[in-house]
């Protein structure tokens, strides 16, 4: 029985191998995305908001305006006289010129609330000493409590960069080649009649099924394998002191892609269908499971779906025992999870497997 599986397993392996695309995502887009993704966010969310131009327009000779254009410059924004966005200052008041509403123009605002707040508190400094102190002197005062805020973690702060890049991109990809090539390559071998006379060979149905299941496992292993190299070895990733369990991790995400990819090649009519609904799971889970960026940037709302998607638990379980130096022991529930819907979509598989 074992012999017919694994003989069955490692046909299909070959098979998957031999196909170009399969090669293309399987060894030569995980390194281009680690690279040019990681890059992108390598100083992390904040790095990617660029520095904000601003020309003002107050009163001459003004303190409280001077104090105020050097809290927003502290703030972020440059000031510069020809620039398209201006704040005017009259009467006390400053108002923002930017015009149409953006998500960067409100992360604007936030910054200058926060600049104005500064110098309300200052005035505020200054009214309770009857005047006896200036705002310049203010500004030159050293602060009597110092905050510092430090995450809790390994890492000390929200993954991002290659921390982030190469575990997402690798639960992406794995979940990519699954549904996609693994599914349709199932499809070919019905439509080619392969699967017919593989039914009128001396082994069982569930020989037959066990066998396409591994041999989609082994895909799946390959290209978890594959990238992991690359992410060592060309971006130095660091796996974190439990990198076994990460390994365990992957193999429960593996399980559960080789059985989607053979449901999906099961139910699937022609190969339009299977890759676009392949692509379409892929790109859902991806999106949702925090496989594209760090699910803690996130709306409340999208971080509750993290919990309801299995590309959400991989994530979440992986950055527990990589970035947060958290105990194999707090990824119980999700490779639990992970094991459980694998075997599941295993059995859906099985039944909606036909020869013809």
Known sequence: MLTNIWFIARTDLRFALRDRSTLLWLILMPPVFFFFIGNMTAGGIGAMVTESRVAIEAPAEDPLSARFADLIAENGFVIDPEASKRIAIKDGNATYHAGEPTPTTRIEALRLQKAALMLRAEASVIAARNGEITLDEIAETPPSITVKVEPAGRLGRVPTGFE???????????????LTSGGI?????????????LASAPMSREEIIAGKWLGRMLLAVAQIGIAMLFGTALFGM???????IVVVILAAWAALCASLGLLVGSLGRNQ????????LLTMIMAALGGAWWPIEVTPGWMQALQNAVPAGWTMDAMHRLISFGDTPLSILPHLFALTLTALAIAWAA??????D
């Open 164 to 178: 982030q890049t190469i575990p997402g991109i690798l639960v992406m990809f794995t979940m990519l080649v699954l």
């Open 350 to 355: 099985a039944r909606a497997f036909k020869f």
């Open 238 to 244: 660091d796996w974190g002191d439990s990198l076994p």
């Open 272 to 279: 339009a269908e299977v890759g676009g609904l392949g692509m």
């Open 185 to 197: 390559l199932l499809l070919m071998e019905r439509e080619q009649g392969m699967l017919r006379r």
